[in-house]
């Protein structure tokens, strides 16, 4: 089940500076709540952020990767998230290139852990998403809705 499914922004720090300040795109699922599976799961909350495109970033906004800490505490906080039943996930879109498309970079999922401390994410390690969570996400990002268009 979808908990969130919008653009995401979270306020940096450095007061006027907004340092490493952005916005992203971020859906929230709870996997508990898909009574057709019948599992339950031991960290049933699935984060899974990306960045918005390049031409919507915003002076000083940072990316997802240069983030993720900062994103994963704030959406702990922001929805009651207990940490050690969250799964954030790092997205990337597929995305072609090439004179007339014919090139294509498949879109791709990587875990992020992290060690948290005092509820604050910190020290994130990437590491690819394993099946069976794999197949999991990518059905139920089948299953929504596309991105509404963005605007800066």
């Known amino acids: 089940m979808v908990i969130f499914d919008d653009i995401f922004e979270w306020e940096g720090w450095g007061g006027k500076l907004r340092l490493a ?3 992203c795109r971020l859906r929230i699922f709870d996997l508990n709540q898909d009574a057709a599976s019948g ?3 031991i960290r049933p909350i ?3 952020a990306w960045d918005l495109p390049r031409d919507t970033m915003m002076k000083g906004e940072v990316s997802v990767r240069s983030a993720s800490s900062h994103i994963a505490t704030v959406v702990c906080q922001q929805f009651a998230i207990e940490p050690a039943r969250m799964q954030f996930v790092e997205y990337t879109p597929a995305e072609t290139y090439g004179k007339q498309g014919e090139y294509v970079i498949h879109a791709g999922f990587d875990a992020v852990d992290f060690t948290w401390k ?6 994130p390690k990437g590491r690819p998403l394993e099946p ?3 197949e999991i ?3 139920l990002m089948d299953r929504c809705e596309p991105p509404p268009p963005t605007s800066a």
């Open 39 to 41: 599992l339950v799961h």
């Open 137 to 139: 996400l990518h059905a």
């Open 118 to 123: 005092d509820n604050l994410a910190l020290f």
């Open 21 to 23: 300040h952005g916005r």
């Open 46 to 48: 699935v984060v899974v």
């Open 132 to 134: 069976p969570l794999l």
